[in-house]
Nanobody, 120 residues
Framework: GVQLVEYGGGSAQPGGSLRLSCAAS????????MAWFRQAAGKERERVAH???????WYSDSVKGRFTISRDNANNSMYLQMNSVKPEDTGMYYC??????????????WGQGTQVTVSS
C-alpha cells in the first residue's frame, strides 16, 4: 500500500533553517497533489503548503516567503525548506497526498509526522 515517511524534523533556533523530506512509496508524487500540514499543541491542524501535480504551489500566509515546497520526481520525494523559522512554527509536521491531483483536497494519505521545535 501507500506509505509516506517524513524525515528531517528536529530543533532549530529562531531565524534558522530546517529541511523536511517526505519519501513516498505506492504512489508517484508527480501524479498527486502533495502537501505539508502542521499541528501545534492545543491547536487545529493547518495546511502550510501544497503542490499540485502541475501548476502553482500554495502557501499559507504565515509561511509565505519563508517556506518552499518542492519535489524530486526521480527520487519520488517531496520537501519543505523552512527558512527564517519562528517559535510559532513549532509543531508536528505531516506529509500528505491527495489523489485529486489539481483540486488538492481529500487528503487520503498521510505520513507519521515529524516534530519541529523552534526555540532559543
Amino acid at each position: 500500500g501507500v506509505q509516506l515517511v517524513e524525515y528531517g524534523g528536529g530543533s532549530a533556533q529562531p531565524g534558522g533553517s530546517l529541511r523536511l523530506s517526505c519519501a513516498a512509496s505506492g504512489l508517484t508524487v508527480s501524479a498527486y497533489c502533495m502537501a505539508w500540514f502542521r499541528q501545534a499543541a492545543g491547536k487545529e491542524r493547518e495546511r502550510v503548503a501544497h503542490m499540485p501535480s502541475t501548476g502553482n504551489s500554495w502557501y499559507s500566509d504565515s509561511v509565505k516567503g519563508r517556506f518552499t515546497i518542492s519535489r524530486d520526481n526521480a527520487n519520488n520525494s517531496m520537501y519543505l525548506q523552512m527558512n527564517s523559522v519562528k517559535p510559532e512554527d513549532t509543531g508536528m509536521y505531516y506529509c500528505a497526498a491527495s489523489p485529486l491531483r489539481w483540486l488538492c483536497s481529500e487528503w487520503t494519505y498521510w505520513g507519521q509526522g515529524t516534530q519541529v521545535t523552534v526555540s532559543s
